[in-house]
Each structure stands twice: as structure tokens, then as C-alpha cells.
């Protein structure tokens, strides 16, 4: 089960990074869908899937978008082993506090990468104000679908279901 969901998170994120930024829409096309798939992995409580689900989405992000190839692998399976340390205490946080985690650890993923950026390929390191857009775009998002994936549908929709019947 728990190769499923890496699986199927690491292709959804991979779909939603190739189709979003193909048709550079707003703000979709800025956020980390790897990382809201690694979040999502480390939801199940297993250090194991959500560090190797952290390695390979960012290994495939690697492929797609950046040049130094394992800069976002190494970052995303650290930040995975992280996310399950904290996953119990964030997610009965709310999907706000599941939105600010999600933008922490996105400026802290820019950093180790930008770090790795800089010891082995010499290129500067800087976080700009575009990195920190792109972080809370993350966070919104991830918030956004924490709340749509908590929020109690079924019970909403009986619940219109008996008002129209009245």
C-alpha cells in the first residue's frame, strides 16, 4: 500500500509540474508539487517510504528542472525523514499550521539545494523574494488540499441533501 502512494504522489506530482509549467499558469506552475508529494508520504507515519518517496520525487525533479542531479533528492529525503517526525503533532495542527510547515520546509529545501548549488558547482547562493513567493504558494496549496482532503464531504452533502428535502 505504501508503494502505491509513493507511486502514485510521485506521478501526480510529476504531472503537475510538467502541465503547470508548461502552461505557466499564475501560481500554479511556482509551486513544489514534489514536495507537497513528500508531505503526503510522510502522512502515513513511515520513515522508510517517505525518505525514499523524498528521494526519488526529487531525483525526478532533478531530471526535469535542475541541473545539479541529486541536489533536490538529497533535500527531499531529508525534509521526508522530517516531515514524519513532525507529521502526527502537525497535522492535528489544522491545514494552517500543515501551510506554514509546508512553506518552512519549502525555503528550507531552497536552501539546502542552493547550498549544494554553491559547494559543488561554484554558483552563487541566494535566497530571493521570488523563493520566498514560491514558498508560500507551496504552503497555500498544501494547506488548501490538506483542508479538501479533512473536510467531511459526505457529511455535507447529506446534510444539503435533508435541507432540500424540507
Not at 56 to 74: K, T
Not at 112 to 129: C, D, E, H, S, Y
Not at 138 to 166: C, D, H, N, S, V
Amino acid at each position: 500500500m505504501k508503494t502505491l502512494r509513493l507511486a502514485l504522489s510521485t506521478l501526480a506530482a510529476t504531472a503537475a509540474t510538467v502541465i503547470f509549467a508548461t502552461l505557466r499558469v499564475p501560481v500554479l506552475s511556482v509551486v513544489d508539487w514534489f514536495l507537497l508529494a513528500v508531505a503526503y508520504q510522510a502522512a502515513g507515519g513511515s520513515f522508510i517510504a517517505s525518505t525514499l518517496g523524498g528521494a526519488i520525487g526529487g531525483l525526478v525533479e532533478d531530471l526535469l528542472l535542475h541541473p545539479l542531479r541529486g541536489a533536490n533528492a538529497f533535500a527531499k529525503a531529508l525534509l521526508g525523514y522530517a516531515f514524519t517526525l513532525v507529521s502526527v503533532r502537525v497535522v492535528f495542527g489544522g491545514s494552517l499550521v500543515v501551510g506554514g510547515t509546508l512553506a518552512v520546509a519549502a525555503l528550507v529545501n531552497d536552501g539546502i539545494v542552493g547550498g549544494l548549488g554553491r559547494l559543488l558547482l561554484g554558483t552563487p547562493f541566494r535566497l530571493a523574494w521570488s523563493d520566498l513567493g514560491r514558498a508560500l504558494a507551496t504552503g497555500a496549496m498544501g494547506g488548501i488540499l490538506y483542508w479538501a482532503w479533512r473536510f467531511p464531504w459526505k457529511e455535507e452533502w447529506r446534510r444539503r441533501q435533508r435541507r432540500r428535502l424540507r
